[in-house]
């Protein structure tokens, strides 16, 4: 072995930072754009009107108030920057001041899911502590995903089919899982 060898082997481990895709950037800009519009539609033109009737007034409300609160939640709740180091995980979000640190030895692994998109898949990986699901390292968000979950030295506990169930009380709800 060499000195240059030796040097190098010994130097201190270096933290993996992921990368947010700037094209997901400009799709949660464009979200939110696109709400405060709908939003502003509903207050100048349909709820003042007197060519729309009650019924129709409450579906353009219902619609805008669920299309906004995801249009504006969504980024809030899912744009973060991870940073994998020899001891923790953690999650700072983008555009809240909130992070959240997790011990690696704790984490027993990742299940992976691939999400149907109309043009592709794309790999998500989602730390498993406990019986919960930590938030996902994503291929949709982070250009980086597949090296942050190699940088963690997790090993999968499996793949896991996507369904609409699943999504919904386990990620989404956020529900222990099962076994």
Same mark, same amino acid.
């Given at each position: 072995?060499?000195?240059?060898?030796?040097? !190098?082997?010994?130097? =201190?481990? *270096?933290? +993996?930072?992921?990368? /947010?895709?700037?094209?997901?950037?400009?799709?949660?800009?464009?979200?939110?754009?696109?709400? +405060?519009?709908?939003?502003?539609?509903? &207050?100048?033109?349909?709820? =003042?009107? /007197?060519?729309?009737?009650?019924?129709?007034?409450?579906?353009?409300?219902? &619609? /805008?108030?669920?299309?906004?609160?995801? #249009?504006?939640?969504? =980024?809030?709740? /899912?744009?973060?920057?991870?940073?994998?180091? *020899?001891? %923790?995980?953690? $999650?700072?979000?983008?555009?809240? =001041?909130?992070?959240?640190? %997790?011990?690696?030895?704790?984490?027993?692994? $990742?299940?992976?899911? *691939?999400?149907? !998109?109309?043009? #592709?898949? %794309?790999?998500? %990986? $989602?730390?498993?502590?406990?019986?919960?699901?930590?938030? !996902?390292?994503? !291929?949709?968000?982070?250009?980086? #995903?597949?090296?942050? +979950?190699?940088?963690? @030295?997790?090993?999968?506990?499996?793949?896991?089919?996507?369904?609409?169930?699943?999504? @919904?009380? $386990? +990620?989404?709800?956020?529900?222990?899982?099962? @076994?």
């Amino acid at each position: 072995m060499t000195n240059k060898q030796s040097i !190098s082997d010994s130097k =201190p481990h *270096e933290n +993996i930072v992921s990368k /947010t895709d700037t094209l997901v950037l400009v799709l949660y800009f464009m979200m939110g754009i696109f709400a +405060i519009l709908m939003l502003g539609n509903l &207050m100048m033109t349909v709820l =003042p009107s /007197t060519h729309h009737g009650v019924f129709s007034k409450v579906m353009w409300l219902f &619609m /805008t108030v669920v299309f906004d609160g995801f #249009a504006l939640l969504q =980024p809030l709740i /899912t744009c973060y920057k991870i940073t994998v180091s *020899e001891v %923790y995980l953690d $999650y700072k979000w983008t555009f809240v =001041p909130f992070s959240k640190r %997790y011990e690696k030895s704790k984490i027993k692994g $990742y299940i992976s899911i *691939e999400l149907p !998109s109309r043009q #592709a898949t %794309y790999l998500t %990986y $989602y730390p498993v502590l406990g019986n919960k699901l930590l938030p !996902s390292i994503s !291929s949709f968000t982070l250009t980086n #995903a597949k090296e942050v +979950i190699e940088g963690t @030295g997790f090993t999968s506990l499996g793949k896991i089919p996507f369904s609409w169930k699943f999504y @919904g009380l $386990y +990620i989404f709800l956020r529900l222990p899982l099962p @076994g």
